[in-house]
């Protein structure tokens, strides 16, 4: 007798029988498992493997909330980051937490005390700013405040949250009045500009030189080799700074953002060019390869169906990885004051100032927003780290 | 034999040609910063009063050499350069060899003092580490090589200074204390360098070892689960002399070999760590040429040594190989 074997549910008919209903044995539903492991494209099974791995799971959704609150960050900060946002008032002030009650009773609504800042007789003609325990500033959500483009194009003024009179600083402020939790997310977010645009133009010269260097071999391989050794033997930082150095200081902000961004990429391309390089060279000699072009496909072909699938989530993998090298090389530049500047807002140009004994002893909360980068860099990593045993085909032979 | 020396001798002929593109690339570098030694010298005389011309421009560039093709001022550098002599810094107007005199050798001691810090860390924890099946101790080893690579040296740095101020009142920077900052060199200096040294000994050697325990503990992780193990385990070895005579003597070659860039990660840190600590080392001369002063001589100068004692490790480390592994040495001497 035969069955129209049905398309979806391939052998459960000889498992089970014609006449029963489908019913799914234990058998049946690993066979159907281990059917759609040998049916899945290359994106499911690295995807499948991801999830596997708890860490690097944990990692994603840290990354994925720091990526949208970089790039939500204007209505995430109750203030402009720039100095036009200062608030004269509060100069070094600490972080202030709503509250919900005070010596004058409770509230619902979370509230901040005011701050006043006042130089005269009583206070010796020093500035001195009191917190008014008397004035109460509520918080509330949804308010307006700033103008400023959502994505760059949509003008809008609504902020997260805020208050309708005085300040309110979470994390608190800098020397210039600055919000640091608002400087904190637009620091995110340009973090993450500088690695894209890095990361891109690593990327590209990295596929070019270790694509020649892969392809052709030979003389032309080992030349290309000899000098991306050579370059990845000078230490990148102190070579970085040497580029950042030549920068003409008439520079707009948005131009040394670029050209920061232009550097990292230029130097850090070794690296990734050896990858390239190595993945194109094992891959060509594949035997799945020889197999195909035994079989008489066109080489057009094994590169499209073969040679690519099989290069592409190594790739990825690797701009994940190299990711963190970027946003720290940036910081480290504009710590010390080679890299980006102010208005643009970077951990580096925040964390300029913060070695003086003042800062160190009094104004601790500076370094607030370093615990986001860390945070940033260690969910790039595990998140990469993931992608890399996920992409591996090999690694669940390993465990 | 014979085929030894040749080996160490190709290898040197390598190391030559990486240092001679090295050259190039830094020597273009310091090509291409605005404004040439010629008019720092006279736009010095110029803040002293004297006025000066198109023409006297002219004439010093020619007296300085600067007038000669590219590639002839490159030849004269990098053949002053291997005899460790770097010409004058326009700004500061001293040799340069003397100015960076021993503060050079300083830095070399401190980062190797943290290499070699790094792999007494690393080696035996990472092979205690791959042949545990110990989940929380691989785990914690785990994040913490993370940690070393997220949070960059000039970071902990920072850290570990802002806790020394907040609870000892003292920010622990500097090299020498007070009374020996310019004295000669005597044993008691010494002592002092030694006190005052283990912070940035630490702090440089922080990320590299917690690269150098990830790269040991997976090349112990890859071997231990080979053959051999488990035939020599089969013949009755076992316990530390299992672990020290079978996968980490095969692990040592790539170890050995990783140890130039881990070298080249510490240099990474050097100037950085140098800025936050107030080190008065080639790192902080470093910055001090770049950010403040933007003086190319002494700046090409410092980052040709830094490559060059990479290289120079490399080299000795290549040349190590072929002496302690054996399967290296069949292959040389065939």
């Known amino acids: 007798m035969t069955t129209t074997p049905d398309p979806l549910k391939p052998n459960l008919a000889e498992t089970t029988g014609p006449h029963v209903q489908v019913v799914e044995t234990e058998a049946a539903v690993e066979r159907r498992s281990k059917e759609a492991y040998f049916t899945a494209s290359q994106g499911q099974l690295i995807w499948a493997r991801f999830k596997k791995q708890r860490s690097a799971m944990i990692a994603a959704c840290v990354l994925a909330f720091l990526i949208l609150s970089g790039i939500f960050a204007p209505f995430l900060s109750p203030y402009d980051p720039t100095i036009a946002g200062k608030n004269d008032d509060y100069l070094n002030g600490a972080p202030q937490i709503p509250m919900f009650c005070d010596s004058n009773g409770c509230s619902l609504r979370p509230f901040v005390h005011g701050v006043e800042r006042e130089r005269s007789l009583a206070t010796n003609f020093r500035w001195v700013t009191t917190i008014n325990e008397d004035e109460r500033n509520y918080v509330y959500f949804f308010v307006e405040g700033w103008e400023y483009k959502l994505f760059g194009f949509i003008p809008m003024d609504t902020h997260l949250f805020g208050t309708q009179e005085g300040f309110v600083h979470v994390f608190g402020t800098d020397a210039s009045g600055k919000d640091i939790f608002s400087r904190t997310f637009h620091a995110i977010w340009t973090s993450l500009q500088v690695g894209t645009i890095g990361v891109f133009i690593a990327f590209v010269l990295a596929l070019v030189i270790g694509g020649v260097s892969g392809y052709y071999g030979g003389w032309i391989d080992s030349v290309l080799q000899m000098i991306t050794d050579a370059v990845r033997t000078v230490p990148a930082i102190p070579l970085f700074m040497a580029v950042a150095a030549f920068m003409p200081p008439e520079m707009t902000a948005e131009q040394r953002f670029f050209y920061i961004s232009l550097i990292l990429g230029l130097i850090g391309w070794p690296t990734l060019a050896r990858r390239v390089r190595t993945h194109l060279l094992t891959e060509r000699n594949q035997e799945y390869v020889l197999a195909a072009q035994l079989c008489g496909a066109s080489s057009g072909h094994v590169i499209r169906r073969h040679l690519l699938p099989s290069f592409t989530s190594y790739i990825i993998v690797d701009l994940v990885i190299s990711f963190p090298y970027m946003v720290l090389s940036e910081t480290a530049l504009s710590f010390i004051g080679l890299g980006l500047k102010d208005p643009v807002n970077s951990l580096g140009v925040m964390l300029q100032n913060v070695t003086s004994a003042d800062v160190l002893l009094n104004y601790q909360w500076y370094f607030i927003p370093v615990i986001f980068f860390i945070a940033l860099v260690m969910a790039f990593v595990f998140v990469g780290d993931g992608l890399r045993d996920a992409a591996d085909p090999y690694s669940d032979a390993n465990k | ?334």
């Open chain 2, 1 to 334: 034999m014979l085929n030894f020396a040749r080996f160490v001798l190709t290898r040197a002929v390598l190391a030559m040609i990486t240092l001679i593109i090295v050259s190039l690339v830094v020597f273009s570098l310091m090509e291409l910063v605005p404004g040439d030694c010629a008019e720092r010298y006279l736009a010095f005389k110029n803040t002293q009063g004297s006025g000066i011309s198109v023409a006297d421009i002219e004439n010093e560039r020619v007296r300085l050499g600067l007038d000669r093709p590219f590639l002839e001022r490159w030849g004269k550098w990098i053949v002053g350069a291997f005899q460790g002599e770097f010409g004058d810094s326009c700004i500061l107007r001293v040799n340069i060899a003397q100015l960076l005199g021993d503060k050079f050798w300083i830095s070399l001691g401190l980062c190797l003092a943290s290499l070699m810090l790094a792999y007494a860390i690393a080696v035996p924890v990472g092979i205690i580490a791959a042949a545990s099946h110990n989940a929380v101790l691989n785990n914690s080893l785990r994040l913490f090589s993370y940690l070393g690579l997220a949070m960059p040296n000039f970071l902990l740095a920072l850290m570990i200074m802002l806790f020394s101020t907040v609870y000892f009142g003292d920010t622990l920077t500097g090299l020498f204390s007070a009374e020996f900052r310019d004295a000669d060199w005597s044993w008691a200096r010494v002592m002092d360098l030694l006190s005052n040294a283990w912070l940035p000994i630490f702090i440089l050697g922080w990320s590299a070892t917690a690269f150098a325990l990830q790269t040991v503990r997976a090349l112990m992780s890859d071997e231990i689960g080979k053959l051999y193990v488990t035939a020599a385990e089969a013949r009755g070895v076992h316990g530390r002399k299992l672990l020290w005579n079978y996968p980490a003597r095969h692990a040592l070659g790539p170890i050995v070999n990783s140890l130039g860039f881990d070298l080249n990660r510490i240099f990474n840190e050097l100037p950085i760590v140098a800025l936050i600590l107030t080190l008065t080392e080639a790192g902080a001369l470093l910055i001090e040429a770049l950010a403040r002063s933007n003086d190319q001589q002494l700046a090409g100068a410092i980052i040709f040594l830094l490559t060059a004692s990479i290289v120079t490790l490399n080299f000795l480390t290549d040349v190590m190989l072929a002496v302690l592994d054996p399967r290296v040495r069949k292959s040389i001497v065939r």
